[in-house]
């Protein structure tokens, strides 16, 4: 069954109270947390990891760059801050070769994304061969911005892809409606992220941020 990855983003930065939003939701039943490489200090995100951790949480970076210099930076942040998980970051071998040489599980993005916000272009039968490179390279898995795809048949896009990967999917990026839950829920993907949909209360209108993750708890 896949598990929701909650970040704490807003807008893909993570907010200033990330700390304060998680300690008001650490005893729900959500295993996965994450946020994004800006938003917070380095001193900043370490306590937070480390506060997770002690919550027998398990732990995400999000990196969303575009060149080897900053995919590398967002990569020894990660290290650095005891991340379980690097997310996000165009391929560069410099890159895996340096993430082979910790504990970091790298899932780095399949096809073309640039742009802020991102956009992710390309052809299915392009990112399942560059997934399956990256499967036989030994890379831990994917970080899949299906939703954020600007080919046509998106739903059908992203169930393809999960069904044929080799390796773990992470599906980020833009699922915040019940609608894109239950399709994501579907689909089956290892991991999907939701970050920005719950602070903007997408799912309760009046609610606060758990009581958003809780009602998308309900639909897991």
């Given at each position: 069954?896949?598990?929701?990855?909650?970040?704490?983003?807003?807008?893909?930065?993570?907010?200033?109270?990330?700390?304060?939003?998680?300690d008001s939701c650490k005893d729900l039943p959500v295993k996965y947390w994450?946020?994004?490489?800006?938003?917070?200090?380095?001193?900043?995100?370490?306590?937070?990891?480390?506060?997770?951790?002690?919550?027998?949480?398990?732990?995400?970076?999000?990196?969303?760059?575009?060149?080897?210099?900053?995919?590398?930076?967002?990569?020894?942040?990660?290290?650095?801050?005891?991340?379980?998980?690097?997310?996000?970051?165009?391929?560069?071998?410099?890159?895996?070769?340096?993430?082979?040489?910790?504990?970091?599980?790298?899932?780095?993005?399949?096809?073309?994304?640039?742009?802020t916000p991102s956009i992710l272009e390309g052809t299915v039968e392009e990112?399942?061969?560059?997934?399956?490179?990256?499967?036989?390279?030994?890379?831990?898995?994917?970080?899949?911005?299906?939703?954020?795809?600007?080919?046509?048949?998106?739903?059908?896009?992203?169930?393809?892809?999960?069904?044929?990967?080799?390796?773990?999917?992470?599906?980020?990026?833009?699922?915040?409606?019940?609608?894109?839950?239950?399709?994501?829920?579907?689909?089956?993907?290892?991991?999907?992220?939701?970050?920005?949909?719950?602070?903007?209360?997408?799912?309760?209108?009046?609610?606060?941020f758990r009581e958003n993750l809780e009602y998308v708890i309900s639909l897991?």
């Amino acid at each position: 069954m896949s598990e929701l990855i909650v970040m704490l983003t807003h807008n893909d930065v993570t907010v200033p109270n990330a700390l304060e939003v998680f300690d008001s939701c650490k005893d729900l039943p959500v295993k996965y947390w994450g946020f994004k490489d800006h938003g917070l200090e380095p001193a900043a995100m370490k306590q937070l990891v480390d506060v997770m951790k002690a919550n027998g949480k398990t732990t995400f970076l999000e990196v969303v760059s575009y060149t080897e210099e900053e995919c590398m930076r967002g990569a020894k942040l990660g290290v650095e801050c005891g991340f379980d998980y690097l997310l996000g970051t165009l391929y560069f071998d410099s890159v895996f070769e340096y993430v082979k040489t910790t504990n970091l599980k790298y899932c780095p993005f399949v096809g073309r994304v640039s742009q802020t916000p991102s956009i992710l272009e390309g052809t299915v039968e392009e990112m399942l061969a560059q997934e399956a490179d990256f499967a036989a390279k030994g890379i831990y898995g994917t970080d899949l911005l299906g939703y954020r795809y600007t080919g046509e048949n998106v739903d059908d896009f992203c169930r393809e892809f999960v069904q044929k990967a080799k390796h773990p999917v992470c599906l980020a990026g833009s699922i915040g409606t019940k609608e894109r839950v239950e399709k994501v829920k579907a689909m089956n993907p290892w991991t999907f992220t939701m970050g920005s949909a719950l602070f903007a209360k997408n799912f309760v209108k009046d609610g606060t941020f758990r009581e958003n993750l809780e009602y998308v708890i309900s639909l897991l």
